[in-house]
């Protein structure tokens, strides 16, 4: 001080006046520190007792003395009570009171009274009987507008802490989102296709003659007309009606379309594919055929197991053999790599063709013909449990399923399906199976799903061939129970509605003709 005092030139009463000023001010600030400190804290302890869904101004909404241990009414009946007595005109009588509040018990109701009274909230008189004969009007209506806050805060602790669990019972934990995003890295890199899973799928894939028309979905030229502002350029294929002397049009398009049994008589509408659309796809079809370089179609390129280099393989033009499937010898043909077969199952239902029993299915003999490959199963009805079955008995195991989604001749889906002993079949199964350790066949290349147009009886899609040679390229191919249209290149086919017997295979030639000569085994 005497350097402060020396250096401002200050008297001493002004230098103490100057620290007694500037202890004050420190005094002052220290108390509203403490006081700022003890607002702190007490909002942290009423955010924790709202988190654990308690309220302290519950207990200050009770203000009461100590009464004996008696029974009271609850929460919800004092509101009421507190609601009547708000409502109503002094003086109030116990039974008025018991009848508004729809109580059964004069004892809860007069110590629930009493209690009020206690806390200054009405005022009684005991004789001759018990009567409330004023209210505080503004205490009670206070005290009515803590319970409606109260009941709603405990509501929405409620709902806070019901979703708060939920939402942390359903948020992943650290582990799992990285294992998640762990596995989708891996998934996405298993997902990338490699060079020569590339050069596969280019080399099998269709040439640029071998092109499919998408139908219109006006379905005739003259709907496509009227519906569609760019009719001009719409190059779809079209129907057009067939109308006949029979014909009745207001009874609309036929179910089965051109599978109907009975076009001759039917008088339901059927179609046939414009021929105009024909002319002009035909067309189409020999000016890019003569624009696109010849490729040789006895060749096909398939893919090498242990390197990426490609050989051409010799397509062998369709085989077949006329025969009794159960009685031929298994041995004469050979091993294939892949089989197909669309048994005759008995379907307790009335068929063009023969079937045969379950126990002859079981004893075909079909496991000696393949020792590594595929096996495609075409079943339907009850004969799924049946294939299932078979394939275990022929020592296949079933890898996959594939399912034929049928249309009709206008491209929609079937609704009334042939088959079917409960509901109508608007779909087919082919299980898939597989024996052994094949080699040399491609992954991934088709989906399990063929939608496609319904033929003849047990005609069964074209689109299972080209499925079937992308999968095994170039290898030996049997199928069983098959007729003309099913002769393919590559396979044999057996069946009995076959044209005598047409080989190519020189080993599978000399063995037949040693065996049977020129017989037919039936």
Known sequence: ?????????????????????????????????????????????????????????????????????????????????????????????????????????????????????????????????????????????????????????????????????????????????????????????????????????????????????EFCEWVTRQECKRGNVKFGSCKKLHFRKLIHSHTDTSLGDCSFLNTCFHMDTCKYVHYAIDEDDQRVHMRRQHKEAMNTRAKNSAAMLVSDSKSLAMTATTITPPQWIQCDIRKLDKDVIGKFTVIMADPPWDIHMELPYGTMTDDEMRNMGVEKVQDDGFIFLWVTGRAVELGRELLQIWGYDRVDDIIWVKTNQLQRLIRTGRTGHWINHGKEHCLVGVKGNPKNFNRGLDCDLIVSEVRDTSHKPDEIYGMIERLSPGTRKLELFGREHNTQNNWLTLGNQLDGVHLEWEDVKQKYFARYGMSLPF
């Open 1 to 213: 001080f005497q350097h402060y005092y020396i250096t401002n030139n200050l008297s001493v009463m002004q230098v103490q006046q100057t620290v007694f000023d500037a202890w004050q001010a420190i005094k002052k600030n220290q108390s509203t520190v403490d006081v700022l400190k003890n607002r702190i804290a007490q909002r942290r302890i009423r955010f924790k007792q709202l988190c654990d869904g308690t309220d302290p101004r519950d207990a200050q909404d009770e203000v009461m003395v100590q009464l004996p241990d008696v029974e009271l009414l609850d929460d919800d009946g004092t509101q009421k009570l507190l609601t009547v007595l708000e409502a109503e005109t002094v003086p109030m009588s116990m039974n008025f009171l018991k009848e508004k509040c729809c109580l059964d018990s004069d004892a809860v109701l007069h110590n629930s009274l009493q209690k009020l009274s206690y806390q200054s909230l009405i005022t009684l008189k005991t004789s001759p009987e018990l009567n409330v004969v004023s209210i505080e009007a503004k205490k009670i209506n206070s005290l009515l507008g803590r319970f409606d806050k109260k009941r709603k805060r405990r509501k929405l602790n409620t709902a806070l802490t019901a979703e708060s669990a939920e939402f942390l019972l359903n948020k992943p934990s650290a582990i799992q989102s990285e294992s998640k995003k762990l596995g989708e890295e891996i998934q996405a890199l298993l997902n990338h296709k490699s060079a020569r899973e590339k050069t596969i799928i280019e080399n099998l894939k269709s040439n640029k003659t071998a092109q499919v028309r």
